[in-house]
């Protein structure tokens, strides 16, 4: 049985509780946010919570209820999805989504990053799905879910994370759909306030493409430190984006003036990822500043 629960510590972006449970003392380390989900006594501690309820969430294969579903460009859509439990998640991280698919004797897994931000609300999040031509599993959830649907989602995972703890300044690189997990850090520091410099180069291949569009050049009229700088692969001309190319080490160069010691958070096509990755080596940035996610 469990006999106490009590919060021990407050250590960077999570909560350490520290359980007896049979005789064992065991640390439970639980994101920041989660914990509002846990019973209290009237003194707001946490009282008599089973350990499977402090864990396992995110290894667990949960029913989640899709509440709405947005278009962002022709070929993306965001899922809403409540979840029934969650144990809260960092900016940057992503959910297993899996479905059933005709012809397959088992359902299809897929990794899908969340767009929303944990702040205040990391039980209903939003992943935006790019539809592969030819795929299995995004062509089905672009083109057939609908609110009121179910899907079975595992999360959250991943390391590549970024909050207000990790510091800044921050330079954020993406094409097409490896823009979620990034717009997730966005949001959150607009959520939190956090005023900590960001910079988010953003290749489409036309501004019909840009994913988060209209929301990207509203944050950035709103908040100062925030920079939208747009790249376009395929309109040599729109004059929304500063570039009309593929990412390059002369525009990484350019992009980063003036940033002492950023950290750069890079995600799309591991092509893409391991390119910047190179040129922002060859303009200094050390190893352990880099942070990447590949969509393989
Ligand atoms: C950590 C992580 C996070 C991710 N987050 C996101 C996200 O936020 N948004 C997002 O849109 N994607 C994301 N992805 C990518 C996503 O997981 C899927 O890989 C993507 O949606 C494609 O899945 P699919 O089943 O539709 O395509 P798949 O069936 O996997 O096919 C992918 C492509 O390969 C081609 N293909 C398949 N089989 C063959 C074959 N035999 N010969 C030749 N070509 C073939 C298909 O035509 C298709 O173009 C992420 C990936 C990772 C690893």
Redesign the pocket.
Known sequence: MLQRIDTIESKDFLISYDVVYNCLSRNFYIPLGASSSLPKDSNNKVIAVEPSELVGIAKRWQDGEVVDVIVETPD?KTLRIKLPATEGFIPGQ?YNVRIPVEGRPRP?Q????V?SSPHPEAGIID?????????????ILVRKISPGDHLQIRGP??K?IWDETFGGPVVLVAAG?GV??LMSMIRYAVSKNLQIPMRLLFSSTDASHVIYGSELDDLEQKNPWLKIIHTFTRDPFDSRAQFHRRIDLAMVREVTQGLENPLAYICGPPEMVENVEQYLMEIGLEDSQIFS????
Not at 110 to 113: L, T
Not at 127 to 139: A, D, N, R
Not at 293 to 296: G, L, N, R
């Open positions: 993306t992503y299809i897929r990794a899908y990053s767009g992943i935006g799905i790019k539809e592969m031509e030819g795929g299995l599993v995004s062509p995972v991943g590549f759909s979620v997990p996610e590949k969509y393989d």
